[in-house]
Nanobody, 113 residues
Framework: VQLVESGGGLVQPGGSLRLSCVAS????????MSWYRQAPGKDRELVAN????????NYADSVKGRFTISRDNYKNTVYLQMNSLKPEDTAVYYC???????WGQGTQVTVSS
């Protein structure tokens, strides 16, 4: 199993970023996928998840209305569109497959002016 996150960077408050996570080594379309984040000195927290076929999504209250999770099962990729970014969104973002205790390297998102 491999999960490779990308798309992070430095963005000003109010800006947008789109994260991608390319998966390999398993049947991607058979699993719920999630995005988590971990800010310095804080526990890792669930940001959003999406069902195997994309019909069901869930979001943390802190990102509802600003973030959108989606997936392309043909490309084995899950996305996180992040709009109206705030400094408190600064963290390392990770994708994760359900029923598997494996974490990729993550991608750093920094929101700062």
């Amino acid at each position: 199993v491999q999960l490779v996150e990308s798309g992070g960077g430095l963005v000003q408050p109010g800006g947008s970023l789109r994260l991608s996570c390319v998966a390999s080594g398993f049947t991607f379309s058979g699993y719920r996928m999630s995005w988590y984040r971990q800010a310095p000195g804080k526990d890792r927290e669930l940001v959003a998840n999406i069902s195997s076929l994309g019909g069901n999504t869930n979001y943390a209250d802190s990102v509802k209305g600003r973030f959108t999770i989606s997936r392309d099962n043909y490309k084995n990729t899950v996305y996180l569109q992040m709009n109206s970014l705030k400094p408190e969104d600064t963290a390392v973002y990770y994708c994760k497959r359900s029923n598997l205790d494996y974490w990729g390297q993550g991608t750093q998102v920094t929101v700062s002016s």
